[in-house]
């Protein structure tokens, strides 16, 4: 693959770096789509952007899986304990993809205490990394 144009490149890195929550969310897919070291290095950021909202992150993550590289692995294991919904979910998803070990007591951890599709995406990850799903408990009680 060809490395992304600089100036497109650059333009979508200052997208990210709009106020406009809905610039970002574009950005980062478009930043998934064109990879490249600065892609990576600008998703890996965001998703683990405390402060960025929940659905860039989510993205982030996605696209990260999709871009498979392996130094996404750490921030994405890290990701897998943000707040809402969308990180978690595309950061195991994501890290399934991605094939590295390291991710596996995390995402065993994330499917003993999660519900739903977090908890079936972390499942995923785990039997795409060759994880005997067999041990890990029952879905927790609701209200636990």
Known sequence: MADPDPHTVRLILSELRDVNKTKRRTAVMKLGMIGGEEAILALMHAVEDQNEDLLVRGRAAMM????????AVAPLIRALKAPGFQ????????????????????????????????????????DELGYSTKMI???PEPGL
């Open 64 to 71: 990260l899986g999709k871009i498979g590289d392996g130094r």
């Open 87 to 126: 990180t978690p979910y595309h950061a195991a998803q994501a890290l399934g993809k991605l094939g590295d070990d390291r991710a596996i007591e995390a995402l065993i951890d994330l499917a003993a205490t999660t519900r739903d599709k977090t908890r079936e995406a972390a499942i995923q990850a785990l």
């Open 137 to 139: 408990p029952a879905e």
